[in-house]
Each structure stands twice: as structure tokens, then as C-alpha cells.
């Protein structure tokens, strides 16, 4: 491995992009807080701006002229007054880009259907938009500071528009090759979260949550010395603080553990985001833009303590999942049945959250996410109940996934029995349970309806 540079790598959500102030005070941060070390900053849509987007295409396909109007509107008023108020060159290029977004919609319209390429064309105007921003702000008080989108820093991806996957030896090299000089001559970057392009150069994302998988690629790119992410929290914390709102925050956890959180929802956060940090061994941090004297959550290779007599870290919540059931006598004794379901599914390109099979194998149960489950359903019924492998394929929406996440669950007896203890006390039923090998997390699918007291039962048992 090349030496640690002493490059930061800081990434702003969203909720650190709200408005003028809020996108000036994170420039500030950049500029104030890494100690004259060189600083790359990625930057998320401005708050909302992600959800607005996605509806304006659907509403543009569906040839909706009102919401397009209203939501075209909302858009360009946002990023307008946000431009005027920082300056610097900003109204003029998000003009020209909200301009460009406005035929693009035309278009769709026009076009009457939203393909997934399309989709990532307009939503990823988030990104593009808010890097403009970023970037005036960082160099209105002196020195130069270089906008890129996540493809023109030298992220390239497959086409798996939606979610795509990054080719990312590629991308490493490429991101280094643009980002280092710059750097090195005492420049600073702000690059687009979430935004990529294939090898074509046609603009793909990475999937909900991306930026903080952006951050942690260019991170692993340059080597970073540090990774910060900054949002609107302390740090992690043992559980959503809108749901639990005793909820702690957690000076320091593994990259297992984070990773193993970030998988349930919890600061929703991209799967695989912290994965290439973790790779490279480059520490990252949590950190609050609105009280940036908190040293926030560290995420460590391995835990430094022992036993600290709590060995659940923290409980995740991920909401809008699906169970799907597949059932039926055939399956029993016959090897080969869960492969099938498994490769089915991965075929048509559907994440599975959580497995779990009784003893009797009568039944394997599969959590996914919820915009999934029809499309699932349909290809399990194609591919095992046509050819007689299973007798039915069920489907139970509304329905939460959560879990008891910590390194110090293995090997310590009864952490299970009290999970089962604490839901049991609160009168709530669980309808699906899965524990990995390397028991570092429980997890739980309870009613869409149970699942906030769920979280408050084991927290209130677990944590306090
Ligand atoms: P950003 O826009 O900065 O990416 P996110 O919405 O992705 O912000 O994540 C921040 C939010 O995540 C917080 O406001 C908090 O409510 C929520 N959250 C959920 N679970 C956790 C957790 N375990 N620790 C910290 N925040 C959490
Ligand atoms: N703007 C994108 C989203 O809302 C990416 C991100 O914020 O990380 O999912
Ligand atoms: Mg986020």
C-alpha cells in the first residue's frame, strides 16, 4: 500500500446543503477545520432536491403538466435564490443548468416514458446543481476551487442505471490522475456525490445514499488521510434519534459494525459505502455540520476495548422492506432449491436483505426492499412454481426490517433470549428472524406498524 497522503476527503449530505447559509457554513467548515490540509469536498443535492427530482420525471412520463410545473417551479426557485444569496458566478451557471434540466423534462414528456437512463439524467441535475453551489461558495473568499460531476473527477460505472456499480480500479486511477495535481498545487476540488457515468460517458448514479460512497471512493483514490462525513448529527448514534430520542452517540465503532448498520438504513447510508474506506484502512469520521466541536464517531478497523458490558452497539432500523415466502413439499431434501431462488434473483438484479429457512426447509423467507417485491415475486413465480419447484410464492408488504447490531454479541450467550424477551414484553410479533455466522447482528422483520416500538424496546433493553 502507497503511503497515507494527508488529504481530507469531506462529504456534505443533503441536510448540510438545505440553503445559502447551510452551503456557506459547510464551505466554511472545509475551509477552517482540516489544519491547512489539502481538503476534497462532495457534496449531496440540496435537501429534498432528490425526491422533487424523481417525481418531476415521473410526473414529466406521465405527462402531468400541473406537477411538472409546480415541481420544475420548487426546483429552480431553490437552487435560484440559494445562487443569488452565495454569488460568485453561481446564478449564471445554475441558470444554465436548470435550463438544461427543463428540456431534458420537455422531452420525457414529449416522449411520454422514463427509462431508467433518463431517470438518472434528471435526478443526477441534484448533484450537478448543488456542486455548482459548493463551489462558488468554497472560492468566494480566495483560492481556486475546481467543480467536477462524480464522472468528470473519473468515476466510471456500469450501466446499471439506478445503481450502478463503479469499475473501480478504473475509477481510482482515473479520480487520482485528476484530483492529485490540482491538489498539489494548492487547489481545492468539490466533486458531485452519487453521480457517475459509464465508459461511455452517459451520467449513471450509484444508488440512494451515494455521496457517502463517493467520498469514501475518492478517499481510497488519494489516499486520504481522513474521510469526514458530515450531517446533521452528532455521529452514529445507537438508534435513529427520531425514534428513540435517548439515543447515544457511539464515539467509536468497527467498519463491521458500521458497514453491518449502513446495511439496515441507519443514516441512509449506501450499502456498500464505507467499503472502499475499508479496504484502504482510511479512517473515517462522522461529524455534525451544526456542532462541529463534537469529535463525532470514528469508524476503527478493529475495537480497541474489550467487553464494555454493551455488547449490542446499536439498532437499526430499515423501513419500507417485503417478505417473500417460497414454499412447498417439493423443496424439501432437494438440494439446489435456495440456489435457484438466489440466482433467480440476482439475475434480474434484486438485492436480498436477510434469509431465513426453518429446519423442516417447507419455506424460505427473503427480505428485500419494498419497490422490489412485485418484480421479485413475478420472477420466483416464473422460475420455481412453473416448473413445479415450489408450491407457492407469498408476498407480506408493509413491513420493517431492524436489528441488534454489535462485535461483542459473539460467542456471549442470551442475547437472543432477551431480543425475543424485550419484543415479547411490548406485545410485538416477529414474522421473520436471521443471524449470520459471525454474529455480529440479529436481525427482525416486524409489521410496518410495530417496528418504532420494536426499536425503543430493544434500545430501552439494550442500551438504556
Ligand atoms: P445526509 O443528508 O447528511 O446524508 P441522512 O439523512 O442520510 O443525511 O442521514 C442523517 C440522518 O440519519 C439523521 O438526521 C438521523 O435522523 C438518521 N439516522 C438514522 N439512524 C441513525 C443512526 N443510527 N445514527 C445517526 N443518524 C441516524
Ligand atoms: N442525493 C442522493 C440521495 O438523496 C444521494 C445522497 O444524498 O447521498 O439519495
Ligand atoms: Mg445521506
Not at 465508459?199 to 449513471?204: E, F
Not at 428513540?244 to 446495511?263: C, D, N, R, W, Y
Not at 435456495?338 to 438484479?349: G, I, Q, T
Request: aromatic fraction near 4%; charged fraction near 20%; hydrophobic fraction near 45%.
Amino acid at each position: 500500500m502507497s503511503p497515507r497522503s494527508n488529504t481530507i476527503v469531506m462529504k456534505f449530505g443533503g441536510t448540510s446543503m438545505k440553503d445559502a447559509e447551510t452551503i456557506r457554513s459547510s464551505a466554511q467548515l472545509a475551509a477552517s477545520t482540516a489544519d491547512g490540509r489539502p481538503v476534497v469536498a462532495v457534496v449531496s443535492a440540496m435537501d429534498q432536491v432528490t425526491e422533487h427530482l424523481l417525481d418531476l420525471g415521473d410526473a414529466a412520463a406521465a405527462d402531468n403538466r400541473a406537477a411538472v410545473y409546480n415541481l420544475m417551479a420548487q426546483v429552480r426557485s431553490k437552487h435560484e435564490t440559494a445562487a443569488k444569496a452565495i454569488g460568485n458566478g453561481a446564478p449564471a451557471s445554475v441558470d444554465a443548468m436548470l435550463d438544461k434540466l427543463d428540456r431534458l423534462v420537455g422531452g420525457i414528456a414529449a416522449v411520454g416514458e422514463l427509462t431508467a437512463r433518463s431517470k438518472d439524467a434528471v435526478v443526477a441535475f441534484g448533484e450537478m446543481l448543488s456542486t455548482q453551489l459548493m463551489g462558488a461558495a468554497m472560492s468566494s473568499g480566495g483560492g481556486i476551487c475546481k467543480a467536477f460531476t462524480g464522472g468528470q473527477a473519473g468515476i466510471v460505472t456500469n450501466e446499471n442505471h439506478g445503481k450502478a456499480e463503479p469499475l473501480m480500479d478504473l475509477s481510482l486511477f482515473q479520480l487520482k490522475q485528476t484530483l492529485q495535481p490540482l491538489l498539489d498545487k494548492g487547489e481545492r476540488a468539490v466533486v458531485s456525490g452519487f453521480i457517475a457515468q459509464t465508459q461511455h460517458g452517459v451520467v449513471t448514479t450509484l444508488g440512494r445514499g451515494g455521496s457517502d460512497y463517493t467520498a469514501c471512493i475518492l478517499g481510497a483514490a488519494l489516499n486520504a488521510d481522513e474521510i469526514w462525513i458530515w450531517s446533521d448529527v452528532d455521529g452514529l448514534m445507537t438508534a435513529d434519534p427520531r425514534t428513540v430520542p435517548s439515543a447515544k452517540l457511539l464515539a467509536e465503532i468497527t467498519f463491521a459494525e458500521a458497514i453491518e448498520m449502513g446495511q439496515f438504513g441507519a443514516k441512509s447510508m449506501h450499502p456498500l459505502a464505507l467499503e472502499p474506506a475499508a479496504e484502504h484502512g482510511i479512517p473515517v469520521r462522522f461529524r455534525n455540520t451544526f456542532n462541529p466541536k463534537s469529535a463525532g464517531t470514528r469508524i476503527v478497523p478493529i475495537q480497541p476495548t474489550g467487553d464494555d458490558g454493551h455488547p449490542v452497539k446499536s439498532i437499526p432500523l430499515l423501513k419500507n422492506a417485503a417478505v417473500l415466502t417460497v414454499g412447498g413439499a417439493a423443496m424439501i431434501g432437494r438440494p439446489g432449491t435456495a440456489a435457484k431462488v438466489f440466482d433467480a434473483l440476482a439475475e434480474a438484479r434484486i438485492n436480498i436483505m436477510m434469509i431465513s429457512q426453518s429446519v423442516s426447509e417447507a419455506g424460505i423467507s427473503l427480505v428485500i426492499g419494498k419497490d422490489q417485491a412485485e418484480r421479485a415475486r413475478a420472477v420466483l413465480e416464473r422460475m420455481l412454481m412453473r416448473p413445479g419447484l415450489a408450491k407457492s410464492v407469498t408476498l407480506v408488504e408493509d413491513v420493517c426490517a431492524l436489528a441488534v447490531v454489535g462485535s461483542g454479541m459473539a460467542g456471549h450467550a442470551g442475547i437472543a433470549a432477551r431480543v425475543f424477551g424485550a419484543l415479547a414484553k411490548s406485545n410485538i410479533n416477529i414474522i421473520a428472524i436471521a443471524q449470520g455466522s459471525s454474529e455480529l447482528s440479529i436481525s427482525m422483520v416486524v409489521s410496518a406498524g410495530a417496528a418504532a416500538d420494536a426499536v425503543r424496546a430493544l434500545h430501552s433493553e439494550f442500551i438504556g
